[in-house]
Every structure is written in C-alpha cells, then in structure tokens.
C-alpha cells in the first residue's frame, strides 16, 4: 500500500478563524478561535491557538487557553435568570425572565440608592472591567466598591505605586532581551504567565541566569538554575540583607540614586514633635537637599543642585535634617541584617546570600550595558547613551500575601533601585500607561448622599491620613470593608476578604443588597469558607437574613451561586463583549502600548447575558447619571455601545484604537461608531509601539512624558521619584504618637509604629506571633496549578483530568518526625480549624512548608459535576484553615488577618500542625451537603470533534 | 499488566484444544465408534476455537478481525492467527475423514500436529516477543505454554480414551510425566520472574527519564490525577498477599490436585471420571497460572508511573 | 505494511527535541494537542465520565514530573513531557497485525491507519514509553501523529506548520525538525546539548531527543568585599564622599 494515500496530509481546517481574547486565566492573550460548520448548520469551535501578533502571548497559548472548547461548551453553564425558591445554600431555583429579574434588582437597588447608597456593598471578583462596574458603582453613589485585589495581590500594587509609580503584577516586565540576572519571588503561575514563560525561554536560549526564590520548587522555581528554597514570610529579610551586603561593599549606583529617587531628600530629626520624619521643604513644599557645594538645604529640583547623600544640616527654623539614604545606609548596615543574622530565620545559608549579592552586583556593575541611543531627561539634560543595570527582578503572590508583604515588597524595590535597575536596560521595565506614581492617581472617595453619584472613585492612593475614609469621630470607617480606615490605611483595592464578615457583623454597619460578580466568596475565594457560608445563610431575631438580599451573576453553577437570592447567567468569554482597557489594566508591553476587547465569536444559544451590558440596562433604570439620556430613556444599547460612546474625559474613552469619527486617531479623539469593527479587523487589539528614544527612563524621560501626553495616557508631563523614603508612613507614625491629626485610637496605635516604618522593613508575619509556634510548627501554603486557573478549571472535562484532586504535598523531614507516607491521610490544623487531607511526601520544598494546589477541591454538586467527583471526594481547600481574623490577642482584640499598611489578606502567613489521620474512609473533611444545581450534572462519554469525522471508522 | 479474562481464558482454552489436536494428529488413542470420535473433535475443535473466539472478545474492533492475517511477516499475532486458521483447516479436513470415512490420516495427522504445536509457539511468542516486559522474554515463556497445552491435551486424551495406552504406559502416566515437566518449567519461570526486574535490558527510572546521572529520581506527579489507559492496561499492581494466594491455587489445581487424580486413574478405577476431574481441575489452576503471568509482569511503562 | 520501511538516502526523520532544561511543567502542549487531534486526525480523542467520578480519556502527550536528588545538592523537580518519540526501529510497528501500524518511509512518521486497527493493543504493549492509547469510545489505537495534519497543510499559515504542541508551548521547551539532517536547528541542538535518548537500551532508536537539564548553580560565588568599617567615615560614608565627588 502506498504510504501517501493513507493520509489527507492537508485538510480543511475550519470555515473561519475569529481572533478575540482569552479569558481562561488573568493574562489576557490574543486567541484565534477557529469555526466549522458541524454539519447541521451550527458553528461549532473547531480548535483555539495562540495569535501570533498578538503582543501579550506571540502565538503561544498555554493549557488553560487550549481547554476553552470545554469551558465554552461546559454543561455547567446557566441558562436563565434564577430566583432563590429554598434556603439560601441549598441551590433550589426557579427560572425567571430577564424583565423579571432586571425589575426584581431595580427594585431593590432603588431603594437602597433613595436612602442610603452605601447599604449597597458591590464587589466584583476576577472581571476585567473595572473601569467600567468602579463607574457604575461611582454614578450608583456607594462607597462600597472594590474588585478582588485586596485578596488578590493588592501589596505588589500598592508597594510598587507608592515606591517608583510602577508595578509587578503585569503592570511592568523584565528586559528578557538585555538582563543578565533575574531574580523571581514567589511565583507560581499568576499574572502575566505566557509572557514569564515566554521571557524564561528567552533567558535560556540566551543563556543568562535565573533565580528563584520560593519555598516550592515546581515550575519556574524547578527550571531556575539556582534555588531558594525560602521559609515563608522571611522574603524581606533576605532582600534587606542582600541590601545590607551591598551597602557594605558600596556596590550601589550612586549617580541612579542622585538623579532618579529620594535618598538626598532630607529628613527632619527631631522625635516627639510633629515634623519628625518628615521631609524638609521649602514653602512652596518642595522637598530640600543638602548642596555639597553652597552646603545649603534647596530645593531637589533647582537648577545645578548637587545633593549630598551622607551629611546633615540645621534648617533654617533649627531642627536637624539628614539625607533619607543616611539614614537607609545607618539602618541597613546594622548587624541584624548580617547575613549570618537571618540565615536560621529565613532558612537561606549565609552562604548563599552572600553569594547572591555578589551576583546581583556582578551583574549590575560588571556587566553593563551601553545601548547607543540619546534621550533628554525631563529637567532638559541630555543623555547620549542608555546605561543598563542588567538585574531584572518579578515578584508576585507569595510576597504579596503575608501581613508584612508591603513592605517585603517595597525591600525588593528598595534593592532594585539601589542597584539602578528600574526601567533601564537589562532592568524591571514599566508597560504603559506606567509609570503613575502616587500623586498622578486618584485618591479613594468615600462618603454617599442618598440619590447621588459619588464625588469620585472609590479606589486610589492614600496621600496621608489626612484623607483617611473615617466618620465624625476619627475612627468608624466609612466602608464596610474598613479599607482607608486605621484597620488598612493605605488600602489601595479595597478588602472584598472583609466584606462579608463584616457585613454579617454589622460592623461598622449592616447592608441591605450584597452585589457581586464572578466571586466565589463562598468557597475558593473566601478565608474561612466555611464560616462565609454561615454568614451568608445566617438570621436575625425576626427570621430574615442577616445579609438580606444578595445578587449575584456568574456563566456557571458555581458554589456562589447557591448563596444568591437572584442570579443574572453571564456568558462564556466567547460570547461577550470587554474592553481590556488603558483605563484600567490594559494588554500593554514595555515597548508597545495595547489595549484589547473581547466580542462575541459565537452567540449565547442560552438566555444568558453580558453582565456589564446587564448593568448598562439596571444604570438606566436606576436613572443613574451617565446611564441615561435627557429624556430617561437608556444611553447605551449595551456595553459594546458604552464601549465605544463614553467618554471618561473629552477624548479620551475606555478603548484608544481608532478614535475620531474616521478612526484615523489614537489614544485621544471623538468616539468612533465602528471602533469595536476596527478591532476586530486588527485581531482584537490595537497596539502603538513607543518611540525608540522613551523606551527606557520613562519615569525621567522627556519623550515619554511626551508620547504619553499625547496618547492620552497623561494630562501632561508626570514627575516620578523613586521613594524609597515614603512619608506617608511617617505621617501615619506621628498620627500613632498623638504628634498630628487625625490621632490614632489606642486600639491601633502600636500596630503603627511597629509597621509603618517609611524605609522598608521586616517584621514577623502576624499569624505566627499569634500562635505557639510549637504547637503550629509549620507553614501551609498553596499554588496555582499552570493547567488550572482558580475553580473554573474544575468543570472542564480536559483540566480535571490534569488535576482532578490535590494531595498535601510534605517534606520528608515533616513525613519522618511525624510519621507519615504517601498515600496516608493526615489532618491539618491551624489556629482556627482542622482538615483531613491525603498526604504525598516531597524533597524539593522548604523543609518546614506543606503546601498544595489551590482551588482543585470543590462543594459536592457543584459546576456540574458528580457528586462523586474526585474534587468534591479527596480535593480540599486550605481556606478552611485560614480566618479572616488572627487569634485573639490578651485584651480579646482580634485583628483582620491582613497587611496592616493595605489589608492584603494575609493567607500566606498560615501556620499549622500536621499529624496522621486513623485508618478510616478516603474522603477528605470538612464535607458540606450537596448544593443542588440549576443545572442538570455533566455526562458523557464526549466525543469532542466526532462531528467532522468522515470516513474515519466508517469503512 | 492488566490480566484481561478474555485473553486468559483464550490461551489456556485455545491451548487445550491445540493440545488435544496434536495428539489426535499423532493418532494417540482416541474412543471409537462415531459418538466417540464426535465428542473427541468436537472437544478439540470447540476449545481451540472457543479460545480464538475469546480473544476477539479483547479486540476494540473484533469485526476486523479478519485483517489480522495479513501480517505474518512480521507480527507473531498474525502469524497465530495464520497458524491456527491453518490448523483448523486441516483439522476440519482431518475430522471430515476420520468422522465420515473412519479415515485417521497420519501424513495430515503430522501437519496438523505440528499446526497444532507452532499455533501454540506463535500463542506464547505474542508475549515472549515483548522487551518491554521482561518477566515474558524468555524462552521459558513458550516452553511453559507449549508443556501446559500438551498436558491438558494428554488429560484431555485420557479422558476420552478411557486412559489408552500409549508405547506401555497409560495416557494417566504419560499426562503425570507432562505435568510434572510443565510444572518444572514454570517453576524455572516463576524462579526467574521473581528477580528479572528490568535486570534484560537494564531499564530503570533513570533510563527511562534519562535523569539518572544527575542523580536518585522518582515520580512526583503522575501527568493526570486519575486512571488512564497506560495505568489500568500496564501499570497494574498486585497485592504479594493476594499473588501468593493464587500461586498457591495455581499449584494446588493445577499440579498437585491433578497429579493426585491422575495417579487414582492410573489405579484403573474409573479412570475416566478421574482424569475428567483432573482436566477440570488442571483447567482451573492454569487460569490461576496464567491470571498471575498478566498480573505479575511489569511493563517498561511502569517505569514513567 | 508492517515491515519498517528500508532507510532511503535523502529521507527525513521527523520529530521533537524536548528541552528538560526549560520545560516548566504547564500541560499547555498537552492540552493544545488534544484540542487540535480530537477533532482533527481520524476519531476523537474520547473522555469518559468527564463530569463524573472518574473522568479518563485519551491523550497522545503527556507530562510527567520526577523528583531528582542528587547526593550532594537539594532535590529539583524536573517536568517532563512524554508523546510518541518515532522510533527508528519502532516494535508497535512490527508487531501489529493488520498492518494498520506504520512508519512513514519519506519523513519516519509513525502512524496508525484508524479504519484498519483492530484495537487489540499489542502495539501499546510493545512500546516501552506508554506512547500510544486505546481510545475508550472509539477503541483504536490513537497516538502522536507529529501533527500530519498540519506540517504539511495548505490551509494553515506557513509558521504555524508545525505540531500543535510545539507552537503553543509557552517555554520554548520544543522544537521540530528534520534528525537526520545534521545541518537542521534541531541536530544542531541535540549536538550541543547533549541531546539523549530514552531507554536507548530498548534498542528502538528515537528519533525524539531529549535535552538534559543544566547543571543547578550552587552558593559558589566568592563574597563581596566590604569597605572596612562600614560605618566608619573611612568606611562606606568615606566611600560615598569619594563616589559623589566622581559625579
């Protein structure tokens, strides 16, 4: 037989290929969703892959995004409106119509908007519009708004606004092409993870080196070439004795720290009155320096000022000031920041830190890099050369979720900038509209008139605690989540990890409609998941529900969904419109600026909608401003019309491609009717590369401050200095010792001092100072899975094969002292609760760490699935161990277990014991009834593709 | 290995019928008069074909069975297959002449025989071929096969011819003789089973990943949570308990129960329902014999798991 | 046939070099090569119970991870994908019966002709690296096809005729190419990293490669040098006084 007939070597492949967004994990790549025809008329998704113009993911696409056949086509889709018909848990509902369902929200939310806007708390999970629900909830007028990020990662934001105006997360990169180091901590899969992947391999092809630092050695922590096998929590020590090696080597770039940040600022010294550390500056409040020339304090920008950074000065109104790097340089050269001093603590060698820092500064000072390109810097100075500190650094989660995780984050800027390394060659690179610092964002607004829209956005950047969200007395919180407020004063997303308990508490007062968004708060997305699901279930004295009304949308059965009085079914990702958008967090890189939309490829065969085209309909009918036209009648068709139409200032609107009338401007122009057409004819995206003289030293560089004036993306040039010294906290100290307004209750004052330390700093995670540390031992953590993102993995047929349950994965060491093999059953306990878990015994982990995958385990009846799913049967969830609140301390206080800087949940600082479990059935605890579903469970066998199967298996 | 009924059942039945068929073919006492001669056929044409049957019972696709054949060049399956559909033939020409015209050919007799026995070989050669499952590849594996399938034939034999005698002895006697040796051989192979490992080809976790030079490795996550294919067909794990409990049935029914029968045949009283008995119970220990040759192995694939 | 084909001069050999060294371990190959087979190359690639107890199907690339301790270094996990290496001398080959198993002469393509498999497995069991997997619905023999469907189709952009797994992987981990040209990108990386064979002594000669992971640095950097007295005025504040004065 002729071996070329055998097969048809060049097939039909599909009818079509749309290419739209992916919204499988937080990443947003450029997708190309291939249509066939599947012979009966329907057009079925024939295959997805990776867009390979697409800026974010060059082609690539990882599991997630592969498995969006079985996410779109999921049986665990909702098909209607639902109104609650049993108890509040137990997932019995009736199908209703959208009129119904829209009339039954307007009803409730008007009255609530007529006397007291703020009893609607409206929070919204892992949505990417932002932009859009913060306005809805603005023009609405709560102060109860915020998407997840308190839970999320909010301590990498805030750290790295407050400090250089940029960010981790996916707000900023690595120079792949020009590093010579690079450091990552604590990444699992998270943000930005086609992009990492994609940069890793580029590191390796060119052969430059990888550090990891994270407890677990999977994933990229396994292909680094060196391990840091960190005990968790004790990140920022680590990075504060690589600085401490530094410093005493001098191996810091003097001339970066001159030109770019706030070491030659001068700091007042005078403890116990109400200037103590805060900056020197002259009348018009510009901050001073100490001219080594004229010995003389002036201002940092004058003209030919050259700042000292080690000597003092008396101020011309007689207190003492020293440059904030003295002051850095006194503090980091103290002993206790030896790296013999932190290697038990961290359970890093001192061998190894000591070696790393001798790398970082190989790298940074040996190895620099020259790229021949001139740029003018923003005070007018010309600079013929880009000079590059080739030491790239990522952080993410595993920094960020600890109670000391803003400042461990603020020490790896703080390390970054010592080294010279922010946005230059080689370096951590912003992505537009970045850099932003503090006082080009917005400040929180708080407050809510009955019948009005609030006077700004609800999320921002606190200045200092003069703008903290308090009532009259200085110490209520204004919003429920207590976020501005002494608990989290410089909150900067708010803290949804709160919002429920606190609500259920009526502390600092009860809501009348929760309102949410794709949140699985009564599961994977809560601490304390169990003791969420009471809350929400809970009654008052006259039989009603604590939390009285709650709605909730989301495409799938969730867990959340059982908790909800109404349900609006959202659509799949290839259904809908969005806008990933410059206004919020757009799909930029360092070299290009990008923002993308979502459109509907296919069309809902459900009677589900859109949930922000949901909200265009309830703004309406709600007559909120914005929403409305003169007349009363709806302004916006739906989102894909608010998309295009509004205008967030003249100009400027949620998508920058293609404005002006005749699409022919971008970043600033009119609205354009056929915008979304020109994304679609462009693949989805719209990308506008930066000119080659602002592609570094953006924070300084005046062709970027141009280039962004002119997209739109700023009013007008943005000065941005690196703080390394953050005055803020000063302030906030002085408030705590009753030296300034407005003054800290008792309650927190010394949470204040101890934390609110204006240069980075390390202290103990909370929930370990909380405990014995001998009857909890060790840590718990958990990690994202690469092929799994958060529960919505779970229902699809070709993830929960990857992962379709979650061993606790223990240190031999662990294994050894207590006894345990794989294949056994332990329980868990922490302070707060105790579960029973399958154990699988592992080497390559910090030898006092027990961690597993997150979110794999799942609610029987749930998304679909058998109630013997093997997620429900053996999966678990960690968050039954972790409370929204520390153990009490001796006055019978308990704090919310978050950051006190930002109130960051702090789930990463859990601690446990660990012992095993009798022989007994092989199904994990704590287990919860079954929720019934509104939808039917998922069969099978799938024979996914059988449709163009043609004379296969026929013959 | 997964130790799958049908193909269990296929190669002890077809095993017996080929059994059985080589020793008509050699024109070993057999019952006269045409009843007797069509319990005898039938007997050894309906195990071995019950056998084949069977082993279609296994294939995904057994209505294209048929294109099994056209490989014998170089699959040892197809050759079984070619051999047996080779050795019916003669075998239904064999039994045409001998049912309808008393005629017990001895030159086809002798094809048949040898049909009978390279049918076998080819049986055993599908599983001793396999380097990848070393405990097969030996050349024990057909010995073994070829010995069990002439004594269930003997037994067999002996049963229906009222325990002829055959060159002095009793077919009783003679079945102990094969039993014993088939007995011995497995013995040997049970023996080399037990600590061949991948000792053949030297296969280990380190070859298998190519990660043994950088130093002790093990699996950490298998690349699906749940049961796949290659698990259940490959990666199939036994109890030691629970193997030697079945070692001890298989030699309990299929040595030493048998032996016990065939020596009280050999007593000449009512040898044929003795040696009925030791067929049955022969049969039975080899299904625990060979449950364990598929159960105990261990294939290359186990290393990945 | 089942006779593997006679090495002609000038044919190719087809098949993936798999990085260890930058495999990160995200299933995004196993998942992408599902999604482009089950509804491409012959049947479906089948699930059973996907929403139920046992959810199973079958897939032709899969990612394993071991656990590697060296005896004087901490354990590292190495990630590790596994799909048909397209053996040279392929035993699911010669020993199918029906013919349906077999080698491509021209680019050393190992396929299965679906309408001609009997599903009785024998391939499987003759492939010492679990590469190939009954179907459960449609019980034929399915496995890796190096994407024949799409290395050579007209109907896909000329950048993306490679297998599925190798355009999506996000680490670069995989790379295509023709091993019996020894100018190719690919021999030139398995010459220069030390591409190795899996169970070279099964004797079947693959023609994937694997490339081993480097060696893990170790703590071996010599320590700065400190300026004396750090606090000293000689020391880092004396040095600073001489680093401003160069500016």
């Keep these: ?410 020490s790896i800027h703080l390390l970054q900038i010592l080294l010279g390394s922010i946005d230059c060659p080689g370096g951590f690179r912003y992505k537009p509209p970045y850099p932003r610092p503090v006082h080009a964002q917005p400040a929180p607004h708080g407050g809510g008139e009955a019948g009005k829209p609030l006077a700004g956005p609800q999320l921002g950047f606190m200045r200092g605690p003069q703008g903290l969200l308090l009532e009259e007395d200085g110490v209520t919180p204004q919003r429920i989540d207590k976020a501005y407020s002494w608990d989290a004063p410089m909150s900067s997303h708010g803290l949804m990890h709160m919002v429920i308990a606190n609500a259920h508490a009526r502390d600092p007062y009860g809501v009348d409609v929760l309102f949410m968004y794709m949140a699985n708060m009564s599961w994977n997305s809560s601490m ?299 329980w868990v306990s922490s302070h707060h609760g105790k579960i029973k878990v399958p154990v699988k015994r592992m080497d390559a982990v910090n030898g006092k760490t027990i961690w597993t995958w997150n979110a794999i385990g799942k609610r029987k009846g749930a998304w679909a699935l058998s109630d013997g799913a093997p997620e429900a049967e053996k999966g678990f969830l960690l968050n039954h161990l972790i409370h929204e609140l520390l153990p009490p301390k001796e006055d019978g206080m308990r704090w919310s277990n978050s950051d006190p800087i930002t109130g960051q949940a702090a789930w990463f600082d859990l601690r446990v014991n660990i012992e095993k479990a009798e022989a007994g059935e092989a199904e994990s605890l704590p287990q919860f009834p079954a929720q019934d579903g509104p939808v039917p469970d998922g069969d099978g066998p799938l024979r996914y593709g059988a449709a163009w199967l043609k004379e296969f298996m026929t013959r | 290995m997964h130790p799958a009924v049908s193909v269990i059942f296929f190669t002890v039945t077809s095993g017996a019928g080929f059994g059985l068929m080589f020793l008509i073919g050699l024109g070993w006492p057999m019952p006269q008069g045409g009843l007797g001669v069509f319990i005898a056929l039938a007997l050894a044409g309906a195990l071995a074909v019950a056998g084949l049957v069977s082993s279609t019972f296994h294939l995904g696709h057994p209505e294209r069975a048929w294109r099994a054949v056209s490989q014998w060049r170089s699959s040892w399956l197809s050759r079984e297959g070619v051999l047996a559909i080779i050795t019916l033939m003669l075998f239904g020409v064999y039994a045409f002449l001998w049912f309808f015209f008393d005629i017990r050919s001895t030159a086809l007799g002798l094809f048949m025989s040898v049909g009978s026995v390279a049918t076998v070989f080819a049986t055993a050669m599908i599983y001793a071929q396999l380097k990848t499952i070393p405990m097969w590849q030996t050349w024990l594996t057909p010995a073994c096969y070829l010995a069990f399938s002439l004594t269930l034939g003997l037994v067999l034999a002996g049963m229906l011819s009222g325990n002829g005698v055959v060159g002095g002895l009793p077919t009783a006697l003679w079945a102990s003789l094969s039993i014993v040796l088939a007995w011995v051989l497995k013995m040997m192979w049970w023996n080399r089973a037990g600590s061949i490992g991948f000792s053949t080809t030297g296969s280990s976790v380190g070859s298998a990943t190519g990660l043994g030079s950088i130093g002790d490795v093990k699996l950490f996550e298998r690349p699906h949570t749940g049961e796949n294919y290659l698990t259940r067909e490959m990666v199939h794990q036994i109890g030691r308990k629970h193997a030697n409990k079945l070692r001890l049935i298989a030699v309990g029914l299929g040595a030493l129960l048998p032996v016990l029968l065939m020596l009280l045949a050999a007593t000449g009283v009512v040898p044929t329902l003795f040696l009925a008995l030791a067929a049955m119970s022969l049969l039975a220990g080899l299904f625990a014999e060979r449950w364990l040759f598929f159960a105990e192995a261990k294939h290359a694939v186990s290393l990945y798991y | 046939m089942t006779m593997l084909p006679e090495r002609q001069s000038g044919a190719k050999s087809l098949g993936l070099v798999i990085d260890l060294d930058t495999c990160v371990g995200c299933h995004a190959c196993v998942v992408n090569c599902k999604e482009w087979n089950t509804a491409g190359y012959g049947a479906p690639l089948s699930d059973t119970e996907p929403y139920g107890d046992e959810p199973s199907g079958a897939w032709l690339n899969r990612v394993h991870s071991f656990e590697v301790t060296p005896t004087d270094a901490p354990a590292q996990i190495v990630h590790f994908p596994k799909s048909c290496l397209h053996c040279e001398d392929a035993p699911c080959v010669t020993v199918c019966p029906t013919g349906a198993s077999y080698k491509r002469a021209e680019d050393g393509i190992v396929l299965v002709d679906e309408d001609m498999c009997i599903g009785c497995g024998l391939c499987a069991w003759a492939c010492p690296y679990g590469a190939r997997e009954i179907d459960p619905v449609e019980q034929v023999m399915k496995k890796c096809t190096l994407c024949v469907d799409r290395i050579y189709n007209d109907n896909i952009p000329e950048q993306d005729r490679v297998p599925a797994c190798v355009k999506t992987c996000p680490a670069e981990a995989r790379h295509f190419g023709d091993l019996a040209d020894p100018t190719s990108d690919v021999s030139i990386l398995v010459a220069e990293r030390g591409g190795m064979d899996l169970m070279p002594e099964q004797g079947t000669k693959p023609v994937n490669k694997y490339l081993p992971p480097r060696p893990k640095a170790t703590a071996d950097m010599a320590p700065l040098a400190a300026i004396a007295e750090p606090k000293a005025e000689g020391g880092v504040l004396g040095w600073l006084d001489r680093a401003l004065d160069r500016l």
Aim: glycine content about 10%; some cysteine; hydrophobic content about 35%.
């Design chain 1, 1 to 410: 037989m002729n071996d070329h007939v055998r097969v048809d070597t060049s097939p039909h492949v599909s009818d079509e290929v749309q290419k739209t967004t992916c919204y499988m994990c937080a990443c947003r790549c450029g997708i190309n969703v291939h249509l066939r025809d599947d012979g009966t008329g329907t057009k079925k998704i024939r295959y997805i892959e990776g867009n390979n113009d697409h800026p974010v993911n060059r082609g690539v696409l990882c599991a997630k995004g592969s498995a969006g056949i079985m996410q779109h086509y999921s049986p665990a889709r909702l098909r209607k409106p639902l109104k609650r018909v049993g108890e509040r848990g137990e997932g019995k509902f009736e199908e209703i119509e959208w009129d119904e369902a829209l009339e039954i929200a307007t009803g409730w939310l008007g009255d609530v908007r007529k006397d007291d806007p703020k009893k609607l708390a409206f929070f919204t999970g892992r949505d990417q519009s932002q932009s859009f629900t913060g306005w809805w909830a603005q023009q609405f007028g709560t102060p109860n708004f915020a998407a997840h990020g308190g839970f999320c990662s909010v301590n990498m934001a805030a750290a790295g606004i407050y400090t250089f105006g940029g960010a981790f997360w996916e707000f900023g990169s690595p120079d792949w092409k020009h590093t010579e180091l690079f450091m990552l901590f604590g990444v699992a899969e998270d943000h930005d993870s086609n992009p990492i992947k994609l940069g890793l391999a580029e590191l390796k092809r060119r052969g430059k080196k990888t550090i990891a630092i994270n407890p677990v050695r999977t994933g990229y922590n396994a292909v680094a070439d060196e391990w840091v096998g960190i005990t968790p929590g004790t990140d920022g020590l680590f990075v504060l004795a690589l600085v401490h090696e530094l410093l005493k080597a001098g191996k810091v770039d003097v001339d970066y720290l001159l030109r770019y940040t706030n070491a030659p600022w001068l700091v007042i010294d005078a403890p116990g009155t109400a200037d103590h550390g805060l900056f020197a500056r002259d009348a018009d409040g510009n901050a001073l320096v100490l001219d080594r020339e004229s010995k003389k304090a002036i201002p940092y920008n004058g003209k030919g000022v050259k700042p000292d950074l080690r000597g003092e000065i008396q101020l011309d109104n007689g207190l003492t000031a020293r440059p904030a790097f003295r002051l850095l340089t006194d503090k980091y050269l103290d002993g206790q920041y030896a790296p013999e001093m932190v290697s038990e603590r961290t359970g890093v060698s001192a061998d190894q830190i000591r070696s790393i820092a001798a790398q970082l500064a190989e790298a940074a000072f040996e190895k620099e890099i020259v790229i021949e390109r001139a740029w003018t810097d923003m005070k007018g100075e010309r600079h013929e050369k880009m000079i590059g500190r080739p030491v790239a650094m990522h952080a993410m989660r595993g920094i960020s979720a600890h109670s000391n995780g803003f400042q461990t984050c603020r």
């Design chain 1, 528 to 826: 304390n998941t169990s003791g969420v699901m009471k809350m929400l279930t809970d009654k008052d004295e006259n039989g009603d529900y604590v939390i009285p009304k709650i709605i909730y949308s989301d495409a799938y059965s969730s867990e959340m969904v059982a908790f909800a009085d109404l349900v609006f079914p959202d659509t799949t990702y290839l259904e809908r419109h969005d806008a990933i958008s410059m206004l919020d967090r757009p799909i930029s890189e360092p070299e290009g600026v990008a923002d993308a939309i979502r459109w509907p490829v296919l069309e809902p065969d459900r009677d589900v909608r859109g949930f922000q085209s949901v909200l265009v309909d309830l703004g309406a009918r709600l007559g909120l401003p914005g929403m409305t036209n003169e007349d009363g009648s709806q302004k916006f068709k739906d989102y894909a019309d608010y998309i295009q139409k509004h205008q967030r200032k003249p100009g400027i609107g949620p998508l920058m491609g293609w404005r002006g009338e005749d699409g022919s401007k971008t970043g600033r122009g009119e609205p354009n009717p056929e915008q979304i057409d020109r994304y679609i004819e462009n693949g989805g995206f719209s990308l506008t590369h930066v000119p080659d003289e602002a592609m570094y030293y953006k924070f300084a560089n005046k062709a970027w401050q141009d280039f962004a004036t002119e997209m739109g993306l700023q009013d007008g040039p943005v000065e941005c200095v690196f703080q390394l010294y953050l005055e803020p906290m000063a302030q906030f100290r002085l408030c705590a010792q009753g030296l300034a307004e407005p003054k800290t209750p008792d309650t927190h004052k010394q949470r204040i001092l101890d934390c609110f330390d204006p240069l980075p700093d390390w202290y103990a995670p909370f929930e370990g100072e909380g405990i014995e540390a001998s009857e909890y031992p060790f840590h718990a953590l958990t990690q994202r899975p690469a092929a799994m993102y958060h529960s919505w993995g779970s229902q699809n047929a070709w993830l929960r094969q990857i992962h379709g349950h979650n061993p606790m994965f223990v240190p031999a060491d662990i294994c050894d002292a207590v006894g345990l093999e794989t294949g056994d059953w332990a």
